[in-house]
């Protein structure tokens, strides 16, 4: 895109008309996720809920045409956009070539969920809403933690970040999310705010790492939710009780006794790998995981019969101890969930 002219692309009329054009020549293409903010007032409303100091190094995500870019700039020391469209790198190079800004200026072609970032204190994000999941825990992960992320989201996803217990929204997504960030909700912003506009409302919501970070191992906790959330609104020891449910923690109850007993020949005769994504939604927990199948599994014969009751009394026992038994996950604190785990835990029971 030398000169700053975008080559016209081929295709048959009524394919062109999916595209809005760009005063500069370039097509946003709806079914990538290109949506750009054309509000002034909006973008200034982003950058001062930021929170940008002149020293911040800033990663923006989707920086598109450099409309947010332009003022983050101005805020902070350095930007660093990563852009996964070579049409918007080319513009922004453009745009941006000969100014005082162009020294502070880092683009990084490529998939931000493939790329390893660097080092930066702000992120400020407007993405494709179809990667909003996996961005989000891939920002959790990073070392060394920011200090905040201030990234746009579809409205109905930014709504289950921030939800309470009890409120409908609230789900795994939702408890996993706190876990590791606090969440708060700043602005929603109107379709018609962006170029061409989506056909929902989004939120702009701001993630903060919890420092020092809640230590859990992060595999048996995804366990743990799965189950829980299986049927969010139903008690707890409904959950419990079902014998898939059941079934599956005794097998794991047994490998974990014979890793730890150092009984090789225990080991052969069950299965080391749990697998407990049977239970709940695998779309980046983005859904409820309430209308999962009602199906239970089949015992096969009475000795297991036996053996699964002895266990279920147990099971049941660490949710009458921490008086669990008739609460419902929809209504369950972070702090409830990690106490119940810690329960569990005590017991020999596990969930990875």
């Known amino acids: 895109m030398a000169g700053g002219k975008a080559k016209k692309e081929k295709g048959k009329p009524h394919q062109q008309q999916k595209h809005m054009p760009y005063q500069g020549g370039i097509s946003f293409h709806k079914s990538k996720g290109q949506h750009i903010l054309k509000n002034p007032l909006l973008v200034d409303s982003i950058v001062e809920k930021a929170g940008v100091k002149s020293t911040d190094v800033i990663l923006e995500i989707g920086p598109g045409t450099g409309n947010l870019t332009k003022?983050?700039?101005?805020?902070?020391?350095?930007?660093?956009?990563?852009?996964?469209?070579?049409?918007?790198?080319?513009?922004?190079?453009?745009?941006?070539?000969?100014?005082?800004?162009?020294?502070?200026l880092t683009v990084i072609q490529g998939d931000v969920l493939k790329t390893e970032l660097p080092y930066f204190d702000i992120c400020v994000a407007n993405i494709p809403y179809q990667i909003s999941s996996p961005l989000t825990f891939k920002l959790l992960k990073h070392e060394p933690a920011f200090r905040a992320a201030i990234i746009m989201f579809q409205r109905e996803f930014a709504m289950r970040l921030v939800a309470q217990p009890g409120d409908k929204l609230y789900c795994?997504?939702?408890?996993?999310?706190?876990?590791?960030?606090?969440?708060?909700?700043?602005?929603?912003?109107?379709?018609?705010?962006?170029?061409?506009?989506?056909?929902?409302?989004?939120?702009v919501v701001r993630i903060e790492p919890r420092k020092p970070r809640i230590e859990v191992k992060q595999k048996e906790w995804d366990g743990f939710l799965r189950i829980c959330f299986n049927r969010k609104n139903k008690t707890l020891g409904s959950i419990f009780r079902q014998k898939s449910v059941i079934s599956l923690l005794e097998k794991n109850y047994r490998t974990v006794r014979a890793l730890e007993l150092g009984q090789e020949d225990s080991l052969k005769e069950v299965d080391a790998k749990m697998d407990f994504s049977s239970f709940g939604d695998d779309r980046g927990m983005e859904m409820d995981d309430d209308g999962a199948d009602d199906d239970e599994m089949e015992v096969e014969d009475g000795e297991a019969e036996e053996v699964q009751s002895e266990f279920k009394d147990k099971v049941l026992g660490v949710l009458k101890e921490g008086d669990f038994e008739e609460?419902?996950?929809?209504?369950?604190?972070?702090?409830?969930?990690?106490?119940?785990?810690?329960?569990?835990?005590?017991?020999?029971i596990h969930f990875y």
């Not at 996964?84 to 453009?94: H, T, W």
């Not at 999310?177 to 602005?187: D, G, I, N």
């Open 71 to 104: 003022k983050l700039l101005e805020a902070g020391k350095k930007v660093i956009a990563v852009e996964i469209d070579p049409r918007m790198v080319l513009e922004l190079q453009r745009r941006f070539q000969g100014t005082p800004h162009s020294n502070r």
């Open 172 to 203: 795994r997504l939702t408890v996993n999310t706190q876990l590791h960030a606090r969440v708060f909700h700043l602005l929603k912003v109107g379709r018609n705010n962006f170029r061409p506009p989506p056909k929902v409302d989004s939120s």
């Open 327 to 348: 609460k419902r996950s929809s209504k369950l604190t972070l702090q409830e969930f990690l106490y119940l785990l810690s329960l569990f835990n005590k017991t020999g």
